[in-house]
């Protein structure tokens, strides 16, 4: 199977099981289930997922061992998304090829299906300890946890929102990249291994694969934000300028940025070639998402 | 001791402990440690942590077993209060005898914030069960999760939202406060039997103490919206009338509100009397919580 081919059938799997698990229907709050299926489902690339479950893979780990922590972490990543695009945040009006959850729903309810989807994550997550309570499990939910939180994704969204359009210096950037989208993305790939029962030389490994791709994938980020085609991206382009962000591009310019993207990938994908065939799709994943054009 | 005197040793108590696993300082994050901090240590009644805390003794829990979980769902029950507040949702500038939280951070961190405590309540649960993996501390996160959930919480939030404004029938205001405040009080008390190994017997014994004390809780809400002293209330009263909302106070009248509040709290009373001695505190705490004024 070609790669493209079989990122699809990852993808569809992902959304497959996150169909089977989300409430579709209600007497009372039918709104914000709508609101919640909205997003969960508008198609994204289900990056995160994918990454937990191929990191689950090299430990030949059972699929239903990882699904529902692979999903939880989709759910966090879209509610971050909904909460975001809110008009008190970036106030962003598109989203995936789509109107944004508020400008569908009315800013109560995006905000309350946000809360929702958070929430739900802990759910679901809880109700799969609740059925196999092993410590691995409970480590790996801690772990999305910390990810998720004020020392992780939050942390990160603050520094995003408290310093547009000022001039910060490349520690803060730093942090603030390696939180905002850094966090979850190593969540993920640590996630699968310790689920997996990795040794901790595999966990620090992967975790050093994960840092380097999550980096180079929001400098790719930061380079289609500037040269992306805003069809192809789902959003407008131009938001960084927009909203005066110091990114990438801002710092190093598109040709250092892209290199140092490069750098990056060829980093990551070094960190995980002891585990040989196994990896194959972790390192095919990690060249695409360099190349890629949304 | 007498009554309010114990009330108030055990809210200190609570207080300790939130002061002392909630984060103070940060190099990157200040503002929405301060703004988490603002709110969590507002001087809330901490009617749910004292719940869990009190049905858990019933059983001769250990402390340290039940806090984990008391102060988790006090994080959740103060994140709602953010997110309601918020300009989007209910637009109130006062609580707790204070500027709500955007009105001091802003619309944004206020969001995060909230975001930020909800998710720090998974994280100290997930810590505590990464410590102590026993299955009744899983049923108990478990049992959070779903209250505070869309199924619980968040669901009555969006009816009361949606519905500001219009005419509902007794049906769908039920639903709205049996989740809006009812879930995650019963869940405290739930919790509490759980954790302390309650029989199946026990537990719905005090559900329904929990279902009848929560509603009582709720309807003298509402009188007091009308009849309370803004000053005492620490907010400002007649919001309900403001946002047109439909209240027990609105569907039935002052008497025969304060007569349901009133017959409601001797059933929940009634349901812990065999306890005996064991729920004396509880029995105390419910007919407080009936002649409280805010």
Same mark, same amino acid.
């Given at each position: 199977?070609?790669?493209?081919?079989?990122?699809?059938?990852?993808?569809?799997?992902v959304?497959?099981?996150?169909?089977?698990?989300?409430?579709?229907?209600s007497?009372?709050?039918?709104?914000?289930?709508?609101?919640?299926?909205?997003?969960?489902?508008?198609?994204?690339?289900?990056?995160?997922?994918?990454?937990?479950?191929g990191?689950?893979?090299?430990?030949?780990c059972?699929?239903?061992?990882?699904?529902?922590?692979?999903?939880?972490?989709e759910?966090?990543?879209?509610?971050s998304?909904? @909460?975001?695009?809110?008009?008190?945040?970036?106030?962003?009006?598109?989203?995936?090829?789509?109107?944004?959850?508020?400008?569908v729903?009315?800013?109560?309810i995006?905000?309350?299906?946000?809360?929702?989807l958070?929430?739900?994550?802990?759910?679901?997550?809880?109700?799969?300890?609740?059925?196999?309570?092993?410590?691995?499990?409970?480590?790996?939910?801690?772990?999305?946890?910390?990810?998720?939180?004020?020392n992780?994704?939050?942390?990160?969204?603050?520094?995003?929102?408290?310093?547009?359009?000022k001039?910060?210096d490349?520690?803060?950037?730093?942090?603030? @990249?390696?939180?905002?989208?850094?966090?979850?993305i190593t969540?993920?790939?640590?996630?699968?291994?310790i689920?997996?029962?990795?040794?901790?030389?595999?966990?620090?490994?992967?975790?050093?694969?994960?840092?380097?791709?999550?980096?180079?994938?929001?400098?790719?980020?930061?380079?289609?934000?500037?040269?992306?085609?805003?069809?192809k991206?789902?959003?407008?382009?131009?938001?960084?300028?927009?909203?005066?962000?110091?990114?990438?591009?801002?710092?190093?310019?598109?040709?250092?940025?892209?290199?140092?993207?490069?750098?990056?990938?060829?980093?990551?994908?070094?960190?995980?070639?002891?585990?040989?065939?196994?990896?194959?799709?972790?390192k095919?994943?990690?060249?695409?998402?360099?190349?890629?054009e949304?």
């Amino acid at each position: 199977m070609d790669f493209e081919k079989e990122l699809l059938y990852r993808q569809n799997k992902v959304n497959d099981y996150i169909e089977n698990i989300i409430p579709s229907e209600s007497e009372y709050i039918q709104n914000i289930i709508s609101s919640m299926r909205y997003s969960l489902l508008a198609g994204g690339k289900r990056l995160r997922p994918i990454l937990l479950m191929g990191t689950g893979e090299i430990f030949n780990c059972n699929e239903e061992d990882l699904y529902p922590f692979a999903v939880a972490i989709e759910m966090i990543h879209t509610y971050s998304l909904i @909460h975001d695009d809110l008009p008190s945040m970036d106030n962003d009006d598109f989203r995936r090829g789509k109107p944004t959850n508020h400008k569908v729903y009315g800013d109560a309810i995006a905000l309350l299906a946000g809360d929702g989807l958070l929430n739900l994550s802990y759910e679901h997550m809880l109700s799969f300890l609740a059925l196999k309570n092993e410590a691995r499990f409970v480590k790996a939910a801690q772990e999305i946890a910390r990810a998720a939180g004020i020392n992780g994704m939050i942390g990160g969204q603050v520094v995003d929102i408290e310093n547009e359009g000022k001039d910060i210096d490349k520690d803060l950037m730093e942090y603030m @990249h390696n939180n905002k989208t850094g966090a979850l993305i190593t969540a993920s790939v640590r996630c699968g291994a310790i689920i997996g029962k990795g040794t901790n030389e595999d966990i620090e490994k992967l975790t050093r694969y994960a840092k380097s791709l999550g980096l180079a994938f929001q400098i790719v980020d930061d380079i289609l934000d500037v040269i992306g085609d805003s069809e192809k991206l789902g959003k407008e382009s131009g938001r960084d300028l927009k909203n005066k962000k110091t990114t990438y591009v801002t710092m190093y310019g598109i040709e250092k940025a892209k290199e140092k993207a490069e750098n990056l990938t060829k980093n990551a994908i070094d960190e995980i070639d002891s585990f040989g065939e196994k990896a194959r799709f972790l390192k095919e994943l990690t060249l695409y998402l360099l190349d890629r054009e949304y």
